[in-house]
């Protein structure tokens, strides 16, 4: 690995603290309907406890995409072609992408994730894996556009962004994140990047509020670490006792919700704010989306990818798509 530390792009305070995450906190719990964005839920303890959701036998979004991985290789390499530098957008664990590494011959990889030291860990064990490849960790959220490392700027690219978490973003959101890692990966119309994308399919109910509820209380020890965490880093008074976590299909939308649900009337500080929760009340803490074909289409098209292939598993409940950036032409 050429870059140890990789390259850090999150701005925060005094105490260590994200600034993002203060007043993210601080403006979701002041809505009428509290919420707080999916992606704090990823500190050191919340990737190790979605390293931990992934194995859990519910949750088959990992199982599915780690099989059309295992088994596409070879069409990836012939529709992507070597020496691209892979982007890895949310890489988390990387463990999914020794798969696709092996299959195409890239010229770097630059895992890119919102939660630094896990991210640094995960790199460096992957560079032990991959003794030739470059690889430049980078610690920024990627709903912005981020400036690649240096050495990757002339490579051709590849957007990977396994793991459905495109699906944690409503579609406006969604649709921007589409469009800032398209000006982040950059490219000129004669090398126009790809992007391969994992997004997960509608189906039953009961599969789907099981995956994000597992038996062994997995997926509420994940969402309770938010309100941890709010209590760590931002001198939280959260009475994580009278939180209940619960995920439900919510079909108008095609999402499951997470929420932390209130047990009781209660009420708390966080930096100095005091919020209040009345029973029943709830924090919403995450949405993941599923889609359909046209549904995947539509929002791909929609942030400037235009569909190249798809891949389903064997049971057909996880897509893997291929896209490559949009021609600006004129309309139609
Ligand atoms: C659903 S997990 C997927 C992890 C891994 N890619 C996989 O497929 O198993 C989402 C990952 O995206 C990261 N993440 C979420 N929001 C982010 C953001 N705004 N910027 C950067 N990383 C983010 C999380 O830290 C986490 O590692």
New binding site residues.
Partial sequence: MKAEQGIVLVDRDDDGVDKAFRSDVLDGLSQPEKAVP??WL?DDAG?QL?EDI?GVEEYYP?RA?TEILETRGAEFAELIGPDRAVV??????S??TPLLLKAIQPGAYVP????GD?LREAAADLAKKFPDLDVYPVE????KQVELPREVLDMKKLGFF????IG?MVARTAVDLLRSMRATLGGEESELPYLLI?MDLVKDREVLEAAYDDASGVTAEFNLNLARRINRELAGTIPVDALEHSAVWNDDFARVEMHLRATRDIAFEVSGHRFELAEGETIHTENSHKFTRRSTNTLLLAGGWTPVKRWLDSEKRFSLVLARATELRNAP
């Fill in positions: 999916a992606r990823y990737s979605f992934t990992t995409e890895e957008f949310g890489s988390g664990s463990v999914k890119l994730d919102i939660a896990f920024a959220d990627f709903t396994p793991g459905s978490t944690n994992g």
